[in-house]
């Protein structure tokens, strides 16, 4: 590649904690390798539509510790497109673009691979997304503070839950990946946990249910990923009572606020390192990758792989939930 001038930043996707540090830390990197960094706002959208700004060094003080993202983010349907990639071209030469660097999970990193198949733009990759599911990195932006986000607000729900003797189903996050489910289930010590990556069948989580009755074991916490197979936290609330019509339920769904707040210690640092590591990358002369950190090491992984199949779980953990849950 020849040498890179100026870069263009964007966040695409689901929003998570930690975006607005990896972006300071694009900014100051870049700045470093004396490149000029623009700001593409909405995403692949607002490339789209020339949303595009030059980015100064005082646009990200005091933003490290704000949760989503100054860059705003938007989902794109025209991108995917010949004429809006066009168009999202056309707009990156215009402001001299010369690479870019991404922060979104497996839809921005399909987009990335399009669009330089079709125009050879430079690209790097963060692993911006809650759910922890792209190949290439042990921990995605955000997910670390989602889960301790998930994790205060069940240990909230088991304290009325000891004072009523009641079940309560907490849905949390997660589509097509349970990784806060798992997580945070496990750091709560949740009866059982639901997730999509593993089948579970309903007589079997009634039978469970039922022998903690047996023990007199009164307060019982589900915690069910939103893309399980029984279809969330109400459905299933609907099957239970069909089957035991006299247990307590409530049903809480976490949504959104998994998604916002102020990034962890460990989500920030993880955002700096990343964020410092794509633009050197590009000066590397690397691209069509992502960046990610495995076993506390910068690695980096081929786009194509890290969006072909999503991040086997953990035998160990899901093997560890059925002991532990007892």
């Known amino acids: 590649m020849a040498s890179i001038k100026n870069i263009g930043i964007m966040t695409s996707g689901?929003?998570?904690?930690?975006?607005?540090?990896?972006?300071?830390?694009?900014?100051r990197t870049a700045f470093s390798h004396n490149m000029v960094p623009f700001g593409i706002m909405r995403g692949y959208q607002g490339m789209i539509e020339g949303n595009i700004k030059e980015l100064q060094t005082t646009?990200?003080?005091?933003?490290?510790?704000?949760?989503?993202?100054?860059?705003?983010?938007?989902?794109?349907?025209?991108?995917?497109?010949?004429?809006?990639?066009?168009?999202?071209?056309?707009?990156?030469?215009?402001h001299h673009i010369d690479a870019l660097v991404l922060i979104g999970g497996d839809g921005t990193m399909r987009g990335a691979v399009a669009f330089f198949e079709k125009y050879n733009i430079p690209a790097i990759g963060l692993p911006g997304t809650i759910d922890n599911d792209l190949n290439g990195t042990d921990f995605t932006i955000g997910f670390d503070t989602a889960v301790n986000t998930a994790v205060g607000a069940i240990d909230k729900i088991r304290d009325t839950a000891e004072a009523h003797n009641r079940l309560f189903i907490v849905e949390v996050m997660g589509r097509d990946a349970g990784y806060i489910?798992?997580?945070?289930?496990?750091?709560?010590?949740?009866?059982?946990?639901?997730?999509?990556?593993?089948?579970?069948?309903?007589?079997?989580?009634?039978?469970?249910?039922?022998?903690?009755?047996?023990?007199?074991?009164?307060?019982?916490?589900?915690?069910?990923?939103?893309?399980?197979?029984?279809g969330g936290a109400q459905e299933l609330s609907n099957k239970l009572k069909d089957e035991l019509p006299w247990i307590d339920y409530r049903v809480t769904i976490l949504g959104h606020i998994q998604r916002g707040g102020s990034p962890s210690c460990a989500d920030r640092i993880l955002s700096s390192r990343l964020g410092y590591a794509a633009v050197e990358a590009l000066v590397a002369n690397r691209s069509q990758e992502m960046v990610g950190i495995i076993n506390d090491k910068i690695e980096f992984t081929p786009f194509h792989n890290c969006i072909k199949s999503h991040k086997p779980m953990s035998q160990d953990l899901l093997t560890m939930i059925n002991v532990l849950a007892k």
């Open 14 to 27: 689901g929003d998570s904690p930690g975006m607005n540090a990896a972006i300071r830390a694009i900014v």
């Open 181 to 230: 489910a798992l997580h945070s289930g496990i750091a709560c010590g949740a009866e059982s946990i639901l997730i999509p990556e593993q089948k579970e069948s309903i007589d079997m989580l009634i039978e469970n249910i039922k022998n903690d009755q047996r023990r007199k074991k009164l307060t019982n916490i589900i915690v069910v990923a939103e893309g399980d197979e029984f």
């Open 59 to 94: 646009d990200v003080s005091n933003i490290i510790q704000r949760g989503g993202t100054i860059l705003k983010t938007a989902r794109s349907k025209d991108f995917m497109t010949e004429e809006g990639m066009k168009k999202a071209y056309e707009n990156i030469k215009s």
